[in-house]
């Protein structure tokens, strides 16, 4: 499929046509991946890797740097 390069604002931006985006399932704001290869521009879906909340802070060594939370008494019409 042969498209046109058009500008947009300093630089050139292609349109990518919707079959192609629910085929690969990529939709608005979905981050994807550009790359070179001699003279191929090869765009492709990035892959997101869920990491487990333990994953994160395997390397962690410390203490939290905030003081605990304290829950005060009512001051105005808040409801708890």
């Known amino acids: 499929m042969e498209i046109k ?15 192609f985006l629910k085929t690969l399932n990529i939709g608005k704001n979905d981050k994807v991946l550009i790359e070179q290869m001699e003279d191929k521009i ?3 879906k990035s892959k997101k890797q869920k990491v487990s909340l333990a994953e994160r802070f395997k390397d962690y060594k410390g203490e939290p740097e905030l003081p605990m ?8 019409r808040e409801i708890w």
Do not use: E, M, T
Not at 69 to 76: A, E, I, L, R, S
């Open 5 to 19: 390069l058009q500008k947009w604002g300093n630089s050139y931006g292609i349109r990518i046509p919707s079959a």
């Open 42 to 44: 090869i765009i492709s």
């Open 69 to 76: 939370f304290v829950w005060d008494d009512p001051v105005g």
